[in-house]
C-alpha cells in the first residue's frame, strides 16, 4: 500500500510476496535508511549501524560488529558471561522458591538481558538498572509522531511541539552514561585488566589506526548504543512471551522439562550449556513460534528506497520510506494454518527458518539489513529458558488458571511487550 505520510512517499508491506521483492529481489535500492530527527541526536547522526544509510561507511562498521561481538565464534567465546548471567538468575529463583515467593519475571529477563550484553561490551558493566531506566526513555521518545521528518517545510512548528528539546535532554543522560563506561574501562585497561569486550577491541582498533574508517570517541558511543538500543527489548520479550505462552501451554512445557531432565550438565556448575542442548528441537520449536506469533519488532527497521522502481506493477518513487508489517505477515493464513493459535510443532520436522530465506517468517528482517545480532539473541534466549525450565516447575500465583493469564499487548511501536507483568512461583 502506498501512502503518502505528510510529504513523504510511504509503503507499508504486508505480505510475504512483496516482502521478498523488497528484501530480497530489489534489496539492493530498498536497503537505506531514511533520517529521522531522532536519530540525528539520540543516535549520534547516522553513525549507528541501524539507521546508517546504505553504502561503505554502514559495510565497514557491520563487519567491526560482526567481528568483535555478533559472530558465531565471538557469541560462543562469551559463554562464561552468559553463564555468569544465567547462574544469577538461579540465584534469585531459588532464594524465591525457598521463601515460597513469587518472582517477577519480567523484571528477572530484563535484567538478565541487559546484564549479558554489558558484560560482553566490559566486563566490569554493573549498571543495570540505570541502562534500562535510558533504554525505556529513549523507546518512549522514540517513535513519538515527529512532524518535522514527514513535514520537513514546516520544521518552525517544533517550537511548539519541543520534541527536539526533549531529545536533546536525554541524549545528554544517555551520552553521559557511556562515556563513563568507556572511561571506566580505560581506568581498568591501564591496571592491565584485559576483558575481551567489544570496548576494548574497538579501543584496540582506534589505537591501531588501520581501518578503512573514521573511529571517535562519538563513533564508540553510537556502537554502544545500538547494541543496548537493539539487542535488549527484543530479547527480553521473547523470554517474556515464551515463558508466558508455556504457562499456557503445560503439556509442551512438561515434553520439554522432561527433555532437558535427561540431559547431564557438562559445566562443573550444575547449569546446562548452549552446547548441552543444541538438539533440542522441541525449545528451539518454542522459541521459533513465540517470535512468529510475537515478533519483537512488529514492523522492520523503516527502509529507504534509492532510486525509483517497480514493485508487481506500481512505480515506488526514489526516497520512498518502506514499513515492513512483520507482524502480519508471520501471521499470514496462506502460509500458516490456525495462524493466531501458538502450535510450536508446526517447526519441528520444517526447513522454515528465520535466516532471512523464508519471507512469510521475518522476526529477524532480510536481505543486506538482516538483524547481526540473531546468534547473540538465539544464545541467551535457549541457555535461559533451558535452565529456569530445567531446575524448577512453575505455577501461576494465587490459583489463578493459565487461561487466566493476561496475554494482551502493552501500547508500542518499537517493541510489543505484554501488558502485564510475568508473575510466577517456582516450585
Ligand atoms: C529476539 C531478538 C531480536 C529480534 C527479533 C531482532 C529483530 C531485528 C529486526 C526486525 C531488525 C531490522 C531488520 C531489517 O531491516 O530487515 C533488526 C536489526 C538490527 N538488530 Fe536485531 N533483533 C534482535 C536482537 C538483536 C541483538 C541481541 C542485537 C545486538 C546485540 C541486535 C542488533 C541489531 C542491529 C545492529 C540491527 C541493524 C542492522 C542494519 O541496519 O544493518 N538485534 N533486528
Not at 7 to 28: G, N, R, W, Y
Not at 46 to 56: L, Q, S
Not at 178 to 192: G, L, V
Not at 301 to 309: A, D, F, G, L, W
Amino acid at each position: 500500500m502506498l501512502l503518502h505520510f505528510g510529504q513523504v512517499p510511504t509503503l507499508v508491506v504486508s505480505s510475504a510476496d512483496v516482502a521478498q521483492e523488497i528484501m530480497k529481489k530489489q534489496d539492493a535500492i530498498f536497503a537505506s535508511r531514511p533520517s529521522l530527527k531522532a536519530n540525528n541526536i539520540v543516535a549520534y547522526g547516522a553513525k549507528k549501524v541501524t539507521f546508517a544509510p546504505y553504502g561503505e561507511y554502514w559495510k565497514h562498521v557491520k563487519k567491526i560488529y560482526v567481528a568483535h561481538l555478533l559472530g558465531h565464534a565471538k557469541v560462543r567465546s562469551f559463554e562464561q558471561a552468559r553463564m555468569g548471567e544465567v547462574e544469577l538468575v538461579l540465584e534469585k529463583v531459588r532464594h524465591a522458591q525457598k521463601m515460597s515467593n513469587s518472582i517477577d519475571l519480567t523484571e528477572v529477563f530484563n535484567l538478565f538481558t541487559v546484564g549479558t550484553l554489558g558484560r560482553v561490551l566490559s566486563k566490569s558493566f554493573s549498571k543495570r538498572r540505570s541502562a534500562l531506566e535510558l533504554i525505556e526513555q529513549v523507546a518512549a521518545l522514540y517513535y513519538e509522531f515527529n512532524f518535522e521528518d514527514y513535514f520537513p517545510a514546516l520544521r518552525y512548528l517544533d517550537r511548539f511541539f519541543g520534541v527536539e528539546s526533549k531529545f536533546m535532554n536525554i541524549f545528554k543522560r544517555w551520552d553521559a552514561f557511556f562515556e563513563d563506561m568507556i572511561t571506566d574501562h580505560i581506568k581498568r585497561a591501564r591496571n592491565n585488566e584485559e576483558d575481551g569486550g567489544f570496548i576494548e577491541a574497538l579501543l584496540l582498533l582506534q589505537a591501531n589506526n588501520q581501518l578503512d574508517t573514521e573511529l571517535t570517541r562519538e563513533h564508540l558511543k553510537a556502537f554502544l548504543t545500538d547494541m543496548l538500543g537493539a539487542g535488549v527489548h527484543t530479547t527480553f520479550t521473547t523470554l517474556d512471551w515464551a515463558m508466558a505462552e508455556l504457562m499456557r501451554n503445560q503439556e509442551i512445557m512438561k515434553l520439554i522439562q522432561e527433555q532437558l531432565r535427561k540431559i547431564t550438565p557438562t559445566g562443573g556448575s550444575g547449569m546446562l550449556t548452549n552446547e548441552d542442548i543444541k538438539e533440542l528441537t522441541v525449545l528451539t520449536a518454542v522459541i521459533k513460534e513465540t517470535l512468529r506469533l510475537h515478533p519483537p519488532g512488529p514492523v522492520a527497521v523503516p527502509r529507504q528506497s534509492i532510486e525509483e522502481s517497480r514493485i508487481i506493477g506500481y512505480t515506488i518513487p526514489k526516497g520512498t520510506t518502506v514499513f515492513v508489517n512483520i507482524w502480519s505477515i508471520n501471521r499470514d493464513p496462506k502460509y500458516w494454518e490456525c495462524p493466531d493459535e501458538f502450535r510450536p510443532e508446526r517447526f519441528i520436522g520444517s526447513t522454515v527458518d528465520f535466516w532471512g530465506n523464508n519471507f512469510q517468517f521475518i522476526p529477524f528482517g532480510a536481505g543486506r539489513r538482516i538483524c547481526p545480532g540473531i546468534q547473540f539473541a538465539m544464545y541467551n534466549i535457549e541457555v535461559l529458558l533451558a535452565n529456569v525450565l530445567c531446575k524448577f516447575d512453575w505455577e501461576l500465583p494465587n490459583g489463578m488458571k493459565p487461561e487466566e493469564l493476561d496475554m494482551g499487548y502493552a501500547p508500542g511501536l518499537i517493541t510489543v511487550t505484554r501488558n502485564k507483568r510475568l508473575i510466577l512461583v517456582p516450585k
